[in-house]
Nanobody, 125 residues
Framework: QVQVMESGGGSVQTGGSLRLSCAVS????????AGWFRQISGKEREAVAR????????SYAEPVKGRFTISQDNAKKTLYLQMNNLEPEDTAMYFC??????????????????WGQGTQVTVSS
């Protein structure tokens, strides 16, 4: 059974940085989709950054391009989201997710199958 667990959220001031980590367990293949999503209170969940672990190819939502970086450590089956120059608009619950259907296209999948519990990120002005 695939399990996903995030860590690393917290509170920072505008312009600060945080790094989120995501441990993915129960995966038997080196190829899978993984991503970071966020949900602001009262709004729909949105994709922030995605990665295809087989190739390391990434994609980002427009609001975070140039500020956030998704990366992977294949040996540890851990993903990271480095968030720099944080803004109050980045305040949200951040979720890590994984999906084995990489052949569909990680950046095309509407929904991922496996989700973590989420970690809160709060950016104050």
């Amino acid at each position: 059974q695939v399990q996903v667990m995030e860590s690393g959220g917290g509170s920072v001031q505008t312009g600060g940085s945080l790094r989120l980590s995501c441990a993915v367990s129960g995966v038997t293949s080196a190829k899978y989709c993984a991503g970071w999503f966020r949900q602001i209170s009262g709004k729909e969940r949105e994709a922030v950054a995605r990665i295809f672990t087989g190739r390391g190819s990434t994609s980002y939502a427009e609001p975070v391009k140039g500020r956030f970086t998704i990366s992977q450590d294949n040996a540890k089956k851990t993903l990271y989201l480095q968030m720099n120059n944080l803004e109050p608009e980045d305040t949200a619950m951040y979720f890590c997710a994984a999906d084995m259907r990489w052949y569909v296209g990680c950046h095309s999948l509407r929904e991922y199958d496996y989700w973590g519990q989420g970690t809160q990120v709060t950016v104050s002005s």
